[in-house]
């Protein structure tokens, strides 16, 4: 109707029409209007868009739910041109980057790429635009709107025209920094655990761990410990025997690569500290400083070696702590993860296990060097020696012998080997000897007999048996050939017997004594030569009571210790009844059973009644010599009394001589003294007066003496006296 009325000017419209199969078609009708005379003429040009219109809708429908997609998902979308500019972005990707659109519209996908990822992602992003490649994956980082980098997963592919002429680049980009990171640790976990792993096996095989040597294997365990933990400190601390002392053996630093020990640090001085070692498998300080179980070790060791978080693991040996394998980290503070906590625990087992290699290699040194000195001490031992081994059913099974066994017994016993004990040695076999053995070898009792009587057909003899276990079901018997000891026992005790026959009937008097006195053996001789009623009441006093004085005792002694032996001394010892005896005594100091010369073996003979025989005849021989002196003595006093006779006279007739009366008188005193003292004498040689002491004149006396002594020599003896000045 606009086009009639407004005529040359061209309409177009779009309408739909039944088509003859009774659908309908859209049709686009274009046309012009012409005025002709009184008639307007129509010119129409009818196309059927039909099916031009459903690809619009289609299209238009696609780029809704393009839109849609694009703005409305949580992964982020990019959509930028060939020269690398950002089109368009969608809300995620902003919120990812932290970037608003606008200032997303400004940059360049270039830009936003970490340099490092930006070597791989150009070149792939450049075949994706030639067409050599459909799409482009790949991890890259992305620098966030505040500075750090995140991980995203970006896909990429080309939109291109009809011409096949790429137009923009369109890309999904997807943040995966917690996954990322999630990886980075698993990859990080697994390669940590790795070297662990690698570490342990390495110690496992390690020739100084299988072989025991201590030092050695300390030091590989800190080392691999330190590589596989990354650690600056490493080290092995061992209790001593008192359990007071901790004493550093290896400490391993990484950063020098050197090996030091010998601090040692006193254990009292930690009780929370040990208290953690005890209970629990690993100490895991991740601020030693201020952790409570090592909080201890803070002024005197963490802070002068920089130490901030410890990883300590006790050395269990038997179930007791024995030591401490201590993971020192130096810097910041460290998190322990788990698997170096089990770790730390594993290493500090695998300390054990050295220990316990070194403790077995010096017990196998020790019985090898045990082994060896037996087997010397068996071999030229000049004891025999049978070995037994105790059977499960019982049987006691005869397994060697030594070289001795074969010159005691007169047999190879290597014969018997292989053989029970009941088959080696018949005789044996109703007696309790073959069930001591087994007791022994079962159960570990020794057994030991004085004596056994055997013999059969190649062996006789008496032995002297000792019988003990050497291991678990083995016994060793050793015993010893004591024929000939037994003979000489028997002679030995019959000459004892006639030793104490000849001791007990002597008529001497027989004793052994003590230096102290105490009279230990003594013969009914001793007895009644001391008046004593009996041995045993003999036995029962001191030697000091029969001597009269201590002192004469004590004299003895000295001489006897002195000397050793007294031969044929006369004594005079008191009896019990309180009567003096001599006795002719021999003695002699011996050793007592400690090999000291404390014991006194002696003999008495009665010589009283010859002592009192001795004195009457020489009482006897004094008589016959004053016989003979009496004729000279006579001879004297008549000389005497005749002087005297004559001074008297001369007193009788006083004369006028000039000669005074005193010295008549001294020389009649003189006179008189002499008399006396020659009586004295008399009476003295003969024991009929007393001695008297007084001053003398030696040399006087002697002269005195002289005189009475030539009346008594014969004429062919001189005697002759020179008294000095």
Request: with cysteine; charged share 30%; proline share 3%.
């Given at each position: 109707?606009?086009?009639?009325?407004?005529?040359?000017?061209?309409?177009?419209?779009?309408?739909?029409?039944?088509?003859?199969?009774?659908?309908?078609?859209?049709?686009?009708?274009?046309?012009?209007?012409?005025?002709?005379?009184?008639?307007?003429?129509?010119?129409?040009?009818?196309?059927?868009?039909?099916?031009?219109?459903?690809?619009?809708?289609?299209?238009?429908?696609?780029?809704?739910?393009?839109?849609?997609?694009?703005?409305?998902?949580?992964?982020?979308?990019?959509?930028?041109?060939?020269?690398?500019?950002?089109?368009?972005?969608?809300?995620?990707?902003?919120?990812?980057?932290?970037?608003?659109?606008?200032?997303?519209?400004?940059?360049?996908?270039?830009?936003?790429?970490?340099?490092?990822?930006?070597?791989?992602?150009?070149?792939?992003?450049?075949?994706?635009?030639?067409?050599?490649?459909?799409?482009?994956?790949?991890?890259?980082?992305?620098?966030?709107?505040?500075?750090?980098?995140?991980?995203g997963r970006a896909t990429m592919s080309a939109c291109r025209d009809t011409a096949g002429k790429p137009q923009y680049i369109i890309g999904e980009f997807e943040d995966i920094t917690e996954a990322r990171n999630r990886q980075e640790e698993k990859r990080v976990r697994l390669n940590r655990?790795?070297?662990?792993?690698?570490?342990?096996?390495?110690?496992?095989?390690?020739?100084?761990?299988?072989?025991?040597?201590?030092?050695?294997?300390?030091?590989?365990?800190?080392?691999?410990?330190?590589?596989?933990?990354?650690?600056?400190?490493?080290?092995?601390?061992?209790?001593?025997?008192?359990?007071?002392e901790l004493l550093c053996v290896d400490l391993y630093e990484s950063s020098s690569k050197h090996h030091s020990a010998g601090q040692a640090l006193d254990a009292d001085k930690y009780p929370a500290y040990f208290a953690a070692l005890e209970s629990g498998?690993?100490?895991?300080?991740?601020?030693?400083?201020?952790?409570?179980?090592?909080?201890?070790?803070?002024?005197?060791?963490?802070?002068?070696?920089?130490?901030?978080?410890?990883?300590?693991?006790?050395?269990?040996?038997?179930?007791?702590?024995a030591g401490v394998v201590c993971h020192e980290h130096v810097g910041e503070p460290r998190l322990w993860q788990s698997d170096e906590v089990t770790f730390a625990g594993e290493i500090a087992d695998q300390a054990a296990h050295a220990l316990v290699s070194a403790q077995r290699k010096r017990a196998e040194l020790r019985l090898r060097v045990s082994e060896e000195r037996f087997r010397s001490i068996v071999n030229s031992s000049p004891m025999g020696l049978h070995m037994y081994r105790l059977e499960p059913d019982g049987r006691l099974v005869f397994t060697g012998a030594n070289p001795a066994s074969d010159a005691i017994l007169g047999v190879d016993c290597r014969s018997f080997i292989g053989k029970t004990i009941e088959e080696a040695f018949p005789p044996l076999a109703g007696t309790e000897v073959p069930d001591r053995y087994r007791e022994a070898a079962s159960r570990g009792t020794p057994w030991h007999v004085e004596q056994i009587e055997y013999q059969d057909e190649l062996i006789r003899g008496a032995y002297e048996v000792h019988a003990f276990q050497t291991a678990p079901n083995t016994v060793t018997v050793m015993f010893l050939d004591i024929t000939d000891r037994k003979r000489a026992e028997e002679a030995v005790r019959a000459s004892e017997e006639r030793y104490r026959e000849l001791f007990e009937r002597n008529l001497a008097a027989v004793y052994r004594s003590t230096l102290d006195g105490r009279i230990l053996d003594c013969n009914e001789a001793f007895?009644?030569?001391?008046?004593?009623?009996?041995?045993?009441?003999?036995?029962?006093?001191?030697?000091?009571?029969?001597?009269?004085?201590?002192?004469?005792?004590?004299?003895?002694?000295?001489?006897?210790?002195?000397?050793?032996?007294?031969?044929?001394?006369?004594?005079?010892?008191?009896?019990?009844?309180?009567?003096?005896?001599?006795?002719?005594?021999?003695?002699?100091?011996?050793?007592?059973?400690?090999?000291?010369?404390?014991?006194?073996?002696?003999?008495?003979?009665?010589?009283?009644?010859?002592?009192?025989?001795?004195?009457?005849?020489?009482?006897?021989?004094?008589?016959?010599?004053?016989?003979?002196?009496?004729?000279?003595?006579?001879?004297?006093?008549?000389?005497?009394?005749?002087?005297?006779?004559?001074?008297?006279?001369?007193?009788?007739?006083?004369?006028?001589?000039?000669?005074?009366?005193?010295?008549?008188?001294?020389?009649?005193?003189?006179?008189?003294?002499?008399?006396?003292?020659?009586?004295?004498?008399?009476?003295?040689?003969?024991?009929?007066?007393?001695?008297?002491?007084?001053?003398?004149?030696?040399?006087?006396?002697?002269?005195?003496?002289?005189?009475?002594?030539?009346?008594?020599?014969?004429e062919n003896i001189e005697l002759r006296f020179e008294p000095a000045n």
């Open positions: 109707a606009e086009g009639v009325e407004n005529p040359g000017t061209p309409q177009q419209v779009e309408c739909r029409v039944r088509h003859a199969d009774g659908s309908w078609r859209i049709v686009e009708a274009r046309g012009v209007a012409h005025r002709q005379d009184d008639m307007t003429l129509v010119v129409l040009n009818i196309t059927d868009i039909s099916q031009r219109r459903l690809a619009e809708d289609a299209l238009a429908e696609s780029e809704d739910r393009f839109r849609s997609a694009f703005e409305n998902t949580a992964i982020g979308k990019v959509l930028w041109t060939p020269d690398e500019k950002i089109a368009r972005v969608n809300r995620a990707v902003c919120d990812i980057l932290g970037f608003e659109e606008a200032e997303m519209l400004q940059l360049t996908w270039r830009e936003q790429v970490h340099p490092d990822d930006l070597t791989s992602l150009t070149p792939l992003i450049g075949d994706l635009l030639a067409g050599s490649i459909p799409a482009v994956r790949a991890d890259v980082r992305v620098r966030h709107r505040d500075g750090p980098w995140i991980w655990i790795q070297r662990q792993q690698s570490a342990l096996v390495a110690l496992a095989s390690h020739t100084a761990l299988v072989q025991g040597d201590r030092d050695a294997a300390f030091h590989a365990i800190t080392e691999a410990s330190a590589e596989a933990l990354d650690m600056e400190r490493v080290s092995v601390w061992m209790l001593n025997e008192e359990r007071n498998r690993v100490v895991d300080a991740d601020d030693a400083v201020n952790d409570p179980r090592t909080v201890e070790y803070a002024p005197d060791y963490l802070e002068p070696h920089g130490i901030v978080s410890m990883l300590d693991a006790p050395i269990r040996i038997a179930g007791e702590v007895a009644e030569l001391l008046g004593c009623g009996s041995r045993s009441e003999a036995l029962s006093r001191s030697a000091s009571d029969y001597y009269l004085t201590a002192a004469d005792r004590d004299t003895l002694l000295e001489e006897l210790r002195s000397s050793r032996a007294i031969r044929n001394r006369e004594l005079v010892l008191g009896r019990v009844d309180g009567q003096s005896v001599w006795v002719l005594a021999n003695m002699s100091l011996v050793k007592d059973g400690n090999g000291k010369a404390g014991i006194i073996e002696g003999t008495m003979i009665d010589i009283t009644q010859r002592k009192r025989m001795e004195e009457q005849l020489l009482q006897a021989q004094k008589m016959e010599a004053v016989g003979r002196l009496a004729g000279g003595v006579a001879h004297d006093f008549n000389n005497l009394l005749q002087a005297m006779l004559g001074v008297t006279e001369l007193f009788r007739h006083p004369s006028d001589s000039a000669e005074p009366a005193t010295a008549k008188l001294q020389e009649l005193e003189e006179l008189i003294l002499r008399g006396s003292q020659l009586t004295r004498q008399l009476l003295l040689f003969s024991r009929r007066d007393t001695a008297q002491s007084e001053e003398l004149d030696l040399n006087e006396v002697v002269r005195g003496t002289v005189k009475l002594l030539r009346r008594l020599l014969r």
